[in-house]
């Protein structure tokens, strides 16, 4: 009789288990750069092409997902593929430095376990994001920079290219312009997985005509990455140097911490900061839930979501 009462409470456990599983939802948010996206400044043409780009990246990453795999894989594919168009500013879309060079930034970061990786200012490695992920796994460091970070990513066996790969004839057209209205194209996103963990992650070519050397917010893990399994992962887009300084994306998790509130407001009050401060960007948020904010102060922010059993949404103004 005990046996099978023992028997019983296992089948049962086993089968709520399963429920639960079955149950738990899972999904990503992205974002491909904040700034002064407006009807107006967009043809029809072009808006398909991104709303395409960001359904790309938005399968990509859900497929894994839906799958089984983790949220850091599903991260990575996605960023990958919004590194991989010119319409972002990242990977082939990234833009100039004033001296006429491409530098990129990107950071990766684990919500189950803390660990983060990041590469600042490099030129050759064709995916950033990729990058990131090694350093955070194959050494004990959190950010590589420079000539060191290409070499680690060529020994690695990463993709390695010349820098003229990076040159985009719309990106060099900014750059004699010199314009730095447009230039929030950061891309990003918080991906949440089936065993119920967070990941981020951010890649980036900075600002239009920034001095070479120039690091943002992107590569830095507080700033403009952060995931916990506890709160919330997050990844930021805007103008770096005040992400850099109000810590922004790991501030969102700290209200949510400290103040026991939700990540839609969290992430609201944090660009309210941001916008207090002078500085002009958004975020993507997701908790250990499912709960997806998405707030920005600019004109429009390339943005969207898969989520189990929603409706999956891209957006690129701010109505």
């Known amino acids: 009789m005990l046996k099978k009462s023992i028997l019983l409470m296992n089948a049962i456990y086993v089968i709520t288990t399963f429920s639960l599983i079955g149950q738990n939802k899972y999904g990503l948010v ?11 400044n967009m043809t029809e043409e072009k808006e398909k092409a991104y709303r395409k780009s960001l359904g ?25 593929i919004m590194e991989d168009s010119p319409l972002f500013n990242a990977g082939k879309g990234a833009v100039f430095t004033s001296a006429g060079t491409n530098e990129l930034d990107a950071s990766i970061m684990d919500g ?69 209205k ?26 239009t005509n920034k001095r070479w050397g120039r690091i943002g917010d992107s590569p830095i893990i507080g700033a403009g990455t952060y995931a916990d399994n506890k709160t919330c992962g997050v990844s930021g887009t805007g103008q770096g140097e005040y992400f850099i300084r109000g810590n922004i994306a790991y501030d969102v998790s700290a209200m949510m911490e400290y103040k026991s509130i939700s990540v839609s407001d969290a992430a609201k ?35 969207g979501h898969m989520m189990k059993n929603q409706d999956t949404v891209i957006r690129i103004y701010k109505d």
């Open 30 to 40: 992205i974002h491909g750069g904040a700034g002064t996206i407006t009807r107006k």
């Open 56 to 80: 790309e990246a938005l399968n990509a990453g859900y497929t894994i997902l839906e799958n089984g795999g983790t949220s850091l894989d599903a991260v990575e594919a996605a960023v990958r």
């Open 112 to 180: 189950s376990t803390l660990q983060a990786g990041a590469v600042a200012g490099v030129k050759t490695i064709k995916n950033p994001i990729t990058a990131s992920r090694k350093v955070m796994e194959e050494t004990w460091h959190v950010v590589l920079g420079g000539e060191g970070a290409d070499n680690f990513a060529k020994e690695q066996g990463l993709e390695i290219v010349d820098n003229a790969y990076f040159h985009t004839d719309r990106r060099w057209k900014s750059l004699q312009k010199a314009k730095d």
């Open 182 to 207: 447009e230039k929030h194209g950061t891309v990003g996103c918080v991906a949440l997985d089936k065993n119920g963990n967070l990941a981020a992650g951010t890649s980036t070519g900075g600002l």
């Open 269 to 303: 009050q944090v660009i309210e900061k941001l916008t207090a401060r002078g500085g002009r960007g958004g975020v993507i948020a997701m908790d250990s839930n499912g709960n997806i904010a998405m707030p920005f102060n600019t004109e429009g922010m390339y943005r």
